[in-house]
């Protein structure tokens, strides 16, 4: 029973946070509180703390504790190329685009061996879902295929500019995923609420004919998303 405890005290914390006794973005008791609480050891209560963590309940935060996270995250696919404003029409929720940075740049030696231009449009976007900037996105486009974005266009939608008003068809993305430590841009330009990671995806883009013609690199508030696939097992 005593190896069980933990399990029991996990059970009843995550019950009390799916009934919103507490709230997201609020913290959880201390340690010390939570021990006389429930009249067990730190180590055991560490146990059930790691536990609400790996469940997506909480996230421990260095200097401020257990902070309650919001478990209705999106789903993000990984497999598909899905705009943001598609992305947040589809979960029905309140969205904004702020453009930090809109210029024609030239490429590094790695964008120049993938995409194979020498002038690029760098557009710098951060995502807001509900009052939270929860997305930076960096894009840069072959200026040959992308002859002109405004800022208006990059509030609204490139993709939506590109495929109707251009004639683009887009067709295929190559894909990484990783988990990497904010840098000071994305303290900057995200709300992370004291989070220490977000989830990077970096995405090179195609046209139908194979030809690439978009690099991104998506950076995402770890604690809002769930990337999520289809797999079937080849015979």
């Known amino acids: 029973m005593k190896n ?3 399990q029991a005290i996990y059970q009843e914390l995550a019950k009390k946070l799916e009934e919103k006794e507490i709230r997201v973005g609020e913290k959880l ?3 010390h ?3 006389v609480q429930y009249h067990t050891s730190r180590e055991t209560i560490r146990k059930a703390l790691n536990l609400l963590a790996q469940n997506g309940y909480i996230q421990k935060v260095r200097g401020k504790g257990s902070i ?11 497999s598909g190329l899905v705009s943001f404003k598609e992305l947040a029409k589809k979960m029905g929720k309140s969205w904004v685009t702020k453009v930090h940075e809109l210029n024609v ?27 939270e900037r929860i997305i930076l996105d960096t894009d840069y486009f072959q200026k040959r295929h992308v002859p002109l974005i405004t800022e208006e266009i990059a509030e609204q939608s490139i993709y939506e500019h590109l495929e109707n008003e251009l004639g683009l068809s887009i067709s295929f993305a190559d894909k990484e995923v990783t988990v990497e430590e904010a840098n000071p841009l994305d303290r900057e330009l995200l709300d992370l609420n004291g989070l220490s990671h977000v989830v990077v995806v970096k995405s090179l883009v195609h046209l139908d004919d194979a030809s690439p013609f978009q690099y991104t690199e998506s950076r ?16």
């Open 4 to 6: 069980n405890k933990f």
């Open 220 to 235: 995402h508030r770890l604690d809002k998303f769930r990337f999520v696939d289809f797999a079937r097992r080849m015979k």
């Open 105 to 131: 740049v030239k490429p590094s030696d790695v964008l120049r061996e993938s995409l194979g231009a020498e002038e690029l449009w760098k557009v710098v976007r951060s995502r807001q879902v509900d009052g």
């Open 68 to 78: 309650v996270l919001d478990r209705a995250r999106f789903d993000f696919p990984i």
């Open 33 to 35: 509180e939570l021990m």
């Open 29 to 31: 008791p201390s340690e």
